[in-house]
């Protein structure tokens, strides 16, 4: 079974910085898109940042020039730097792989709040 193995999340206060990290197994790295959704209690799960194999990138609009997405193809990761972080961008944070077949991560716990 393919595991993507995300880390980074955590308690951070209004206008911090967070990384989060993806790690997945070359296989389907390669010339995959990859990037983050979230979802927040209540809502559906949302596009957050994606890049695809020559790393163009697209992002939602509430993160644009707050948050960056980044990609190792010789790692397999996928990162997302997100700065001036919000309460409004507590949410569960998912990495996602689209090699043809949608692959999800576990996903990890961003808490903005003071």
């Known amino acids: 079974q393919v595991q993507l193995v995300e880390s980074g999340g955590g308690l951070v206060q209004p206008g911090g910085s967070l990384r989060l990290s993806c790690a997945a197994p070359?296989?389907?790295?390669?010339?995959?898109?990859a990037g983050w959704y979230r979802q927040a209690p209540g809502k559906q799960r949302e596009l957050v940042a994606l890049?695809?194999?020559?790393?163009?990138?697209n992002y939602r609009e509430s993160v644009k020039g707050r948050f960056a997405i980044s990609r190792d193809n010789n790692k397999s990761t996928v990162d997302l730097h997100m700065n001036n972080l919000k309460p409004e961008d507590t949410a569960v944070y998912y990495c996602?792989?689209?090699?043809?077949?949608?692959?999800w991560g576990q996903g990890t716990q961003v808490t903005v709040s003071s």
């Open positions: 996602y792989v689209n090699r043809g077949t949608i692959y």
């Open positions: 070359r296989e389907i790295f390669r010339l995959s898109t």
């Open positions: 890049i695809n194999s020559v790393e163009s990138t």
